[in-house]
């Protein structure tokens, strides 16, 4: 039998050690530089739709396929966070939490774009001790 409360605790289900984290960081960063270019790219063409939209002019063909191609590239994109439980935590500064457990409670390995190695961690849940 398991400790008590043990497996209700748990907000995630893959935990990183520091190696496992840091062997992850190049794939992540690529991903971290397209999420941003197709978040960029959606931000203008949602202006530009919405300029067409509000210019009752032509909202269909070519316009409206990209669009939709990049939301899809977006979700794949944050499909590749989700399935392995990292936390974007700022997208704009590359910040990205890797769940890890610490002394049974579990903690997020903190990384920032452009950091070599992992050097801190932080709780999970701040209000949690």
């Not at 790219?41 to 939209?53: K, M």
């Amino acid at each position: 039998m398991s400790g008590f409360g043990e497996s209700r605790s748990r907000r995630f289900r893959r935990h990183y050690s520091v190696a496992e984290a840091e062997e992850l960081i190049p794939r992540v960063t690529v991903w971290l530089n397209e999420l941003r270019l197709v978040r960029q790219t959606l931000d203008r063409q949602d202006e530009r739709l919405q300029e067409l939209v509000h210019d009752f002019g032509d909202q269909g063909g070519g316009r409206v396929s990209d669009w939709l191609r990049n939301q899809a590239r977006l979700q794949e994109l944050m499909g590749e966070f989700s399935r392995r439980d990292l936390q974007i935590e700022d997208l704009d500064r590359g910040c990205i939490g890797f769940p890890a457990l610490h002394g049974g409670r579990e903690v997020l390995l903190s990384w920032e774009e452009g950091d070599e190695r992992i050097e801190f961690w932080r709780e999970a849940d701040p209000g949690m001790k």
